[in-house]
Structures are given as structure tokens and as C-alpha cells.
């Protein structure tokens, strides 16, 4: 009897977090990718106008992001990401030219909003209170009824603390998507929230060495084949469609679906899956940037609203940019370079630059669209659903697709 086998389709975080749970010699796996290349919407390509690698997106992590430090542990590849010793967020208002930065001590008690020098300027310690609202909201709350979204502290920490987390505009996300950024990073003390980036892209950190790995186990990695219709009876998936190939899912076989949630859909009538999504506009400029530059800027009220600086690039991420997406490129480029120049103090004309639009960068975090993420089983005993559109707890993260990843192997492990 050959050993059961999982078919994997998706070759995105969560479809390789999957495969890399699956490794432990009980079954064969295989998994299937649309795509020339592994890591869906979190990889690098090589970029022929600025002629150097870049990123699809600017991915910040945190150091609370349990699951993707276990998984980078397990590729080998967790000294890719990048960051301080502890938590430290750089800001400037382009309003009114203030900078700070931002340091939550270590430990749990965060005694660092008693500290005027570690907590935004013009706030009090008592007006970082309100956001335990989050906390005690309840379910099915919108952020904005369970705290104030207004004041200091809102405008210059929440609101861009969630904005990124979220990708949707705080005032219409859900309560319980913030609440568990919260738990799980700030809740817990600096030690959960010191930023990372992969400081050699996003591919050299993820996709690359997780190959290796899989390929290492025997895991079977197909590219360029898309699915195309999974071939159900009995409640059961008993064939994959791939174009024109034919690929039987013997009994004791299980498929995780790690497809995005419109692909999931059309290929599972009926299946419940978010329904909006909202852009990312990502602005890379080739500038070597100013010696001081801190490596992450956030920026408040102006166009861009996080910097990052690498050694031969300034990299922008504009989260929910639905309103910006349809703007001419050149445009887009000319008024993200005016913050940048400020932001930096760099006084001279736009650089070479390459402007990427994610129209549909992640399912909107709202509370209407929470409420629609399915959950890992699906009607058919076989079939099991990954990515980070699903009932994960936590918004569209890399930290959602690798949990949900792990989450729907260990279902299998455990006997689908
Ligand atoms: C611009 C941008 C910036 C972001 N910034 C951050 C950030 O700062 N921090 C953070 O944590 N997260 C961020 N994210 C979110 C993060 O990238 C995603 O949550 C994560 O990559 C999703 O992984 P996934 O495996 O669930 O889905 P995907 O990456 O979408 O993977 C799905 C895979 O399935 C493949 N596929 C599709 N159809 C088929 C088919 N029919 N057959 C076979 N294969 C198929 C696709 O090609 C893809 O490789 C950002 C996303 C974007 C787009």
C-alpha cells in the first residue's frame, strides 16, 4: 500500500507552511502552483526598470508573529529578518514637522506611556487607556464603536498601527481583528512588537529556502499548473483538473485548498468567502537614502504612510489605497516622492522610480467581511481550506496564512 498522499494547491505562504507541517515521512506531498514561482502575494522579482530585485510589497513583521518566526526557524532562514534589539517606531507629522520615536519598554507593564520621551508628543499617559475598549468589545463590533477614533494618540498611533495591520481603514475594521494585533504584540510588551523586515527580500527569506526545504523532504513542487476544477462525489474530492491533466485523489488522499478566496470560490460553489478587498500601492525610488534615515519611518498625515529604507532604495507602503489606485502612474509617483523628500530631508528631483498597485492586496478587514471567512473543514471530508482569508483570527498577514497553513496540516496529521 503506498502511503496516503496531500495534494497542496497554492504554493503562497500558506500552501508551503502546509507542505513544511506535512514533512514528517507519514505521507507524500505534492503541491501545485499556478504561477512560474512560490510565495503568491509576498515575493521578489527582478525589476527592469529600477534593474534591481524588489519586493511585490513592503511586508513589516513583528516580532510577536509566533507562527512565521517557527516557520522561518524550521526553512533555516530565521537571521533573514531584520530589526532592532527593541521595539522602536520612528515617526514624522508632516504637519507639523514633529518627529518622535516610539519605544515600549520590554515587559508586559507598559510603563513606557508614563515616559514623555517614549510615547507620542502631545499625548498623556492616561489617553492610551481607551484602547482596552478593544479588549472588552463586543462581538461583531466595529473598531470604531468600541474606542474614540479621534484625538493624538488615535491619529498618531492606532490609526497607523491598524491601518497597516488591517489594511482597511480603522473606522470601519473589526474590533476583534485589532483586538488580537493587540494581544498578541503590544499587549504583550516591546518584546512582541521590536519591527522586522527580510532585509534580502521577501523571497530570499520565505519562498527560497522553504523550496529547499520541501524538496530536501521529497515533497513534489509542480509550477505553472493551475487547477481547475476539483472533481467531487460522495462528498469526497476524488480528482483534480488541472487544464487538460486528470489527477486521481485516491482514497486516504486529502487536498488543503491554499488558494486565494476568489480562486477558492469559483472552484467550491457556495463556499462563504470575504467579498471586498482593498489596494496597496507600494512606491519604491532608487535613492541611496540619507545616512540618519531610520529603516522604518511611519508618516502621518501625508500621501505615504510607512518608509523603508534599504541600502540602494526608499520603498513606500500606502495601505487601503483604493482612492490612490486609479491615479495616473506618473502622478502617483511625483506626489509620494514630494513626502518622501520631506520625510527625509532630501532635496532633490523624483529618482528613477516603479510604482506597484495590488488592486486586491487583501480581503477588506471589516466586520461584515470577518464574518464570511469559512473555516478550515469544508463539506467534503477530504478537502481542507488554507490562506489567510480563512477563519484565522487574525487579518491578511503572512502570520494569518502560515497559521492557517500549519492549522489545516495538523487537521490532516490528526486524520482529516
Ligand atoms: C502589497 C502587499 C503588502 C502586504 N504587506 C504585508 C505586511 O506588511 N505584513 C503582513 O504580515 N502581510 C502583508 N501582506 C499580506 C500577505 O502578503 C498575505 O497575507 C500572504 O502572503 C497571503 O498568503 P496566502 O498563501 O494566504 O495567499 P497567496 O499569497 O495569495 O497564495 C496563493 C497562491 O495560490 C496560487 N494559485 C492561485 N490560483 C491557483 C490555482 N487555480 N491553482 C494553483 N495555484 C493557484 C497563487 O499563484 C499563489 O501563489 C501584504 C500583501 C500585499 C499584496
Known amino acids: 500500500m503506498p502511503q496516503p498522499k496531500v495534494h497542496i494547491i497554492g504554493a503562497g505562504l500558506a500552501g508551503l507552511a502546509a507542505a513544511l507541517r506535512l514533512t514528517d515521512g507519514s505521507r507524500r506531498v505534492a503541491l501545485y502552483e499556478a504561477a512560474p514561482q512560490a510565495g503568491g502575494r509576498c515575493r521578489s522579482y527582478f525589476d527592469s526598470t529600477l534593474n534591481m530585485t524588489i519586493d511585490n510589497g513592503n511586508h513589516l513583521l513583528l516580532s510577536g508573529n509566533r507562527a512565521t518566526l517557527s516557520f522561518l526557524r524550521e526553512i533555516g532562514a530565521e537571521d533573514q529578518l531584520k530589526g532592532p534589539a527593541h521595539a522602536e517606531f520612528s515617526f514624522v507629522d508632516l504637519a507639523s514637522n514633529e518627529r518622535w520615536v516610539l519605544r515600549p519598554n520590554d515587559g508586559p507593564i507598559p510603563w513606557w506611556i508614563s515616559q514623555p520621551s517614549r510615547r507620542v508628543p502631545g499625548t498623556r499617559a492616561a489617553d492610551y487607556l481607551d484602547v482596552l475598549g478593544l479588549l472588552r468589545a463586543a462581538k461583531g463590533a466595529s473598531i470604531k464603536a468600541a474606542i474614540r477614533c479621534e484625538g493624538t494618540v488615535y491619529e498618531r498611533l492606532w490609526r497607523p498601527f491598524f491601518l497597516a495591520a488591517l489594511n482597511t481603514a480603522p473606522e470601519e475594521g473589526a474590533a476583534s481583528l485589532a483586538a488580537e494585533i493587540l494581544r498578541e504584540t503590544l499587549a504583550k510588551g516591546g518584546k512582541a512588537c521590536r519591527p522586522l523586515i527580510a532585509a534580502n527580500g521577501l523571497s530570499e527569506a520565505f519562498a527560497t529556502p522553504a523550496l529547499r526545504r520541501l524538496t530536501a523532504k ?48 469559483s472552484l467550491l460553489l457556495g463556499l462563504s468567502t470575504p467579498a471586498a478587498y482593498r489596494g496597496i500601492v507600494n512606491a519604491h525610488f532608487k535613492v541611496v537614502p540619507p545616512p540618519r534615515c531610520p529603516p522604518i519611518l511611519g508618516v502621518i498625515h501625508g500621501t505615504i504612510e510607512w518608509l523603508f529604507a534599504f541600502p540602494d532604495r526608499l520603498s513606500v507602503t500606502i495601505s487601503a489605497a483604493d482612492r490612490l489606485i486609479d491615479l495616473p502612474r506618473e502622478e502617483l509617483a511625483a506626489r509620494i516622492w514630494s513626502d518622501v523628500a520631506r520625510a527625509t530631508q532630501i532635496a532633490r528631483p523624483l529618482p528613477a522610480w516603479q510604482i506597484i498597485k495590488e488592486k486586491r492586496a487583501t480581503f477588506a478587514a471589516t466586520v461584515e467581511d470577518e464574518a464570511l471567512r469559512p473555516g478550515i473543514r469544508t463539506e467534503f471530508a477530504n478537502l481542507l481550506l488554507a490562506g489567510d482569508w480563512t477563519a484565522t483570527g487574525l487579518p491578511a498577514t503572512i502570520e494569518g496564512a502560515i497559521r492557517s497553513g500549519f492549522a489545516a496540516a495538523d487537521t490532516v496529521l490528526r486524520g482529516a
Open 218 to 265: 521529497g515533497v513534489e513542487v509542480v509550477f505553472e499548473r493551475r487547477l481547475s476544477a476539483l472533481e467531487c462525489k460522495d462528498r469526497r474530492v476524488n480528482a483534480l483538473s488541472f487544464g487538460g491533466e486528470r489527477i486521481d485523489v485516491a482514497a486516504g488522499d486529502c487536498v488543503i485548498l491554499a488558494v486565494p478566496a476568489a480562486v477558492a470560490a
